[in-house]
């Protein structure tokens, strides 16, 4: 079992993070507020447990390291795109809404979509 997490640790951390951010989002409600006609829509809890469920199976998928390449790299592909949506989002708030606290979460959310697509590339 050791030997499938270290083989597969880029994506084990990868989906980790991804499980970690939906669950802040999913404890904070009013994470998003910018703009104020989509925070409702942004703040849904339906989309952190989304969130989380992409992450667990990013994880299931490192553990098992299974030989299935399509469903790797679809999931990989998700945790890439759902990292720069979010990342996107939250450079929105910082530019318009003047929220600058959000600039260290814009970089670990591009350092995690890193880390998808090299984990892409190695697949």
Known sequence: M???LNDN???LLAGVSIVVIGLAL???RNYFFWPPAWASAMNDQRLDLGVIFLGLLIVINAVKNTKK??????????GTWL?????????GHAFYA???RMAHTIIG???I???CLHCLYES
Do not use: C, N, P, Y
């Open 109 to 111: 959310d591009v350092v």
């Open 26 to 28: 999913l404890v904070d």
């Open 2 to 4: 050791w030997r499938k």
């Open 98 to 100: 003047g929220e600058f």
């Open 69 to 78: 390449r399509g469903w790797r790299l679809t999931l990989l592909l998700l």
């Open 113 to 115: 979509s890193l880390i």
């Open 83 to 91: 990292m720069w949506i979010l990342a996107l989002i939250q450079l």
């Open 9 to 11: 640790f880029e994506q």
